[in-house]
Structure formats: C-alpha cells, structure tokens
C-alpha cells in the first residue's frame, strides 16, 4: 500500500469541502498538522453528507417514540417496526441526488444497492423498494436524460437484484433544475430477536470486509455529495460509484446464512466514506477500539494510495467482526 500524500495546508481544507474554522478545530484537537489522510478523513466525517452537521436540528424534531418501535431513529443502519407474530419490518429512506445529477444511471443504481444493504445489514431480508424524485422543467433537454438515466438506473438494480419497486412519485419543478432530488426506499422483514446490530464489542474479535473489492470510485464522494452542484460539476464524475447488482445479491446471501451461524458480533454497510466512516462508527458505538490493517484490504487497483483505501466508496461492501475463535 502506497503512502505518497500531498501536502496539508488551508487551501487543501478548503478544497476538501473543510471551512477554515473547521480546519483550525482540527488543529485544535490533534495538537499539530494533520497529514493528507487524516485530513480527508475529518472532510469526510464532518460532512453534510455523513454528520447531518446542518439538517440534524430539523432531524430531531421528527416523531422518535411508539409502542412498536423496536429501533429509534439514528440508532442502527435502519429503523425497525414490530408488526406483530414475531416479525419486523425494517425501513430506511436515503438520497443519492448530487451523484444522480453528475451520473443519473450509476447515481441512481447506486443509491438503491446502498439503501438495500442497510436493510440487510440489520438481518432482514429487502421485499420492496420505493422512491421519491425531483426533477426540472420536463421541457428541458437536461431533465430528460436525468430522468431517463435515473428511471433506467433504479429499475434496472432492483431487477438484477431481485427486489421490485411497488411505490414512487415524482414532480417536475424549476426550482429542481440544477439540483435534482434522488430518494430511495427500501422495506425488508426479519423475525423478531434475528436482527444484528453496528456494533464492534469483544476485545480481539476479528473485522473483516465483505463483498466486492476496494477500487478508487467515489474516493471524497461524501464530500461532493454536500457540495453546491454547479455548471462544472460533470468534471466530479469520478466521485460516483459503480454499482454491481449481481454482487449485492451474493452479499445479501451470504450475509443472512451468516447472520444464522451465530458468530457475527455486528455489521455496518460501508457507504459514505467507506472503510472510515464504517470502522469509526461501529468502533464509537461499543466503545472498542479497532486496528485496521489496509495492506490487507482486497483492492481491485495496483498502487492504491493508504487514503484511498481508507475513503473509497466501493459498492457492495459490508464490514462484518465476527466472535473470535468462531466459523
């Protein structure tokens, strides 16, 4: 694994997405200059797009109590619904719009491959996927190859996949021009008491990646996801996924076999800044500290650089630590 970064300074904050106050905090906390790596990871973790820095205050005030909630909001990969006989319904809404607007096919497909895995990362088997879309003028020659492509994309991952769409809307408005809205929904039924947490607990547990190989798609692509999308933003075609529906059906397999066996500690999708954010997440969440060993991360590119590794966003990937000593 190669380890040449560029230098840190302001201007790489800046370029990062980070503000200059955001960039004197993490000077702040670190007590020196943080490298390119480390860097990238605090744009990708303090982003819009992973942190809800901006529309948590709005988040909240949302309705998080019920006699059949089983999981609140933000608690775990999805939100989880007891819906009696011993079954659960998990759900889960999430945009793809600013990759959908660069790429509609891929941002699309991508974006219904991600919301079906937090599904499935919990223990439940996806039944239904749904959707809402924003789109500009229908006139307009740019709304009609965005919306060909996103109708192509979401369609054509759920085929593969084998999920159907049974629900969507969509309106067509001028204020949607620039900055179209991508919402994909999946459901998905589990037998209460069979669901896994994103969790890391047990000193010594192993951690592994599960699914498809790390690649250098969508490397800073939480950060482009929570930026202003202009004229210029075609050139950011590199931050957005690949998708691999055929994979994701696999995963999906394997994944509940696995589930059954008894020996999965937890698990977390990895999206949105990708080995980072996942191992992060499911370290704070138990409160267990995790050694991650990148030389042994499968890669799909010779030459991938230690950061893009640790921030590609590489779809169809799960991270999953397993109890020690356990098949």
């Not at 076999?257 to 969440?285: L, N, P, W």
Request: aromatic letters at 6%; a negative charge; charged letters at 20%.
């Amino acid at each position: 694994m190669q380890t040449t970064e560029p230098p840190v300074s302001l201007d790489t904050a800046l370029t990062l997405g980070l503000s200059a106050e955001e960039y004197q905090r993490i000077l702040e906390i670190m007590g020196r200059q943080p490298n390119f790596a480390e860097l990238s990871v605090f744009a990708v973790m303090w982003s819009e797009h992973c942190s809800y820095k901006n529309s948590i205050r709005w988040l909240k005030t949302l309705p998080r109590e019920g006699t059949r909630l089983l999981v609140g909001a933000g608690e775990e990969n999805a939100g989880l619904v007891d819906i009696g006989e011993g079954l659960a319904c998990a759900f889960k809404i999430e945009s793809h719009n600013h990759p959908s607007a660069i790429e509609p096919y891929q941002g699309a497909a991508t974006g219904v491959g991600g919301i079906h895995r937090d599904i499935f990362t919990m223990g439940a088997r996806p039944i239904a996927a749904l959707n809402s879309l924003r789109f500009g003028p229908l006139h307009s020659p740019r709304t009609q190859h965005l919306l060909r492509g996103v109708v192509r994309g979401i369609g054509d991952y759920g085929n593969c996949f084998g999920v159907p769409t049974v629900g969507g809307e969509v309106y067509f408005q001028d204020c949607y021009h620039q900055n179209i809205l991508v919402n994909a929904m999946s459901v998905g039924v589990v037998k209460a008491g069979e669901t896994v947490s994103a969790v890391a607990d047990g000193p010594g547990n192993p951690v592994f990646i599960l699914g498809s190989a790390t690649g250098k798609d969508g490397i800073h692509g939480a950060t482009f996801a929570a930026a202003d999308l202009t004229e210029d933003s075609e050139e950011d075609l590199p931050a957005v996924q690949v998708g691999d529906p055929f994979q994701e059906k696999l995963l999906l397999e394997a994944t509940l076999e696995a589930i059954q066996t008894d020996a999965i500690v937890g698990m977390q999708d990895m999206g949105a800044a990708g080995i980072s954010c996942s191992t992060s997440e499911m370290s704070a969440k138990s409160g267990t500290g995790m050694r991650i060993d990148l030389d042994k991360v499968p890669t799909r590119h010779a030459h991938m650089e230690a950061f893009g590794s640790r921030l590609s966003e590489s779809q169809e990937r799960m991270l999953m630590g397993g109890k020690k000593g356990e098949e």
